[in-house]
């Protein structure tokens, strides 16, 4: 079956560097959704992407769904230590039932 | 109310017990999946409502595992003779519309089966 992967797996960066997350795929991803999850707390969701080649910023924040819709990343601008979690992306692989990444979390040093 | 409430927050259950827990989704919400996420895990699809109606429940590990939402709003999740293969933190989300949206994801249950 599908299989979404995310490198790195871990990523511990000093306060103010910038941090990217990329998701890859063995099969065509269908609609991209990235969510953040704190330590302890739960998936909190940050943007969808549908279209080939589609970038979105927010803040800080940029998110981008390859041209063959086979990877994604998100990119993080200045890091704050408000951006320490697990930042997870999913696939709806075409239907209701989104197949999440394995993670990268971030850890922020001050 | 304004998110999705889960319940309990925590359970301990001695090995071949059943546990039943609650999800409460966002009034009005059509779609409801319940996710199971080990530690430091991403979270894996168990199954998915569409308002009363279990579409997909292709992700549920066993028979041992049952899920519900016979009005198409409060969801539970039962598992009978729990084994300590099926600790975990047990996420519910939910979601405005059919397809492709936006999920809300509750607070979680977190089961450890001694």
């Known amino acids: 079956g599908q299989q979404v992967m995310q490198i790195p797996q871990y990523q511990h960066v000093q306060e103010g560097e910038d941090f990217t997350t990329y998701c890859n795929s063995s099969?065509?991803?269908?609609?991209i959704q990235w969510y953040k999850q704190r330590p302890g707390g739960h998936p909190v969701f940050l943007i969808q992407?549908?279209?080939?080649?589609e970038v979105k910023k927010q803040k800080r924040l940029t998110f981008q769904f390859g041209e063959a819709k086979k990877n994604s990343s998100l990119h993080i601008t200045a890091t704050q230590t408000t951006d320490v979690g697990t930042y997870f992306c999913?696939?709806?692989?075409?239907?209701?039932?989104?197949?999440f990444g394995t993670g990268t979390r971030l850890k922020v040093l001050a | 109310g304004a998110g999705v409430s889960q319940s309990p927050r925590y359970k301990v259950a001695k090995r071949g017990q059943d546990v039943a827990l609650r999800c409460d989704p966002i009034?009005?919400?059509?779609?409801l999946f319940w996710y199971q996420q080990a530690l430091g895990q991403g979270p894996e699809f168990l199954t998915y409502?569409?308002?009363?109606?279990?579409?997909?429940k292709s992700g549920l590990p066993s028979d041992r595992f049952f899920a519900e939402r016979p009005e198409g709003s409060v969801s539970t999740l039962k598992i009978q003779r729990t084994q300590q293969e099926d600790s975990a933190v047990y996420l519910c989300?939910?979601?405005?519309?059919?397809?492709?949206?936006?999920?809300?994801f509750g607070q979680g249950t977190r089961l450890t089966v001694v």
């Open positions: 989300a939910s979601s405005a519309r059919r397809g492709v949206t936006e999920a809300f």
């Open positions: 099969t065509t991803l269908s609609n």
């Open positions: 992407l549908v279209k080939s080649g």
């Open positions: 999913a696939d709806d692989s075409g239907t209701y039932k989104y197949i």
């Open positions: 009034s009005g919400h059509v779609s």
């Open positions: 409502f569409q308002n009363e109606a279990q579409l997909d």
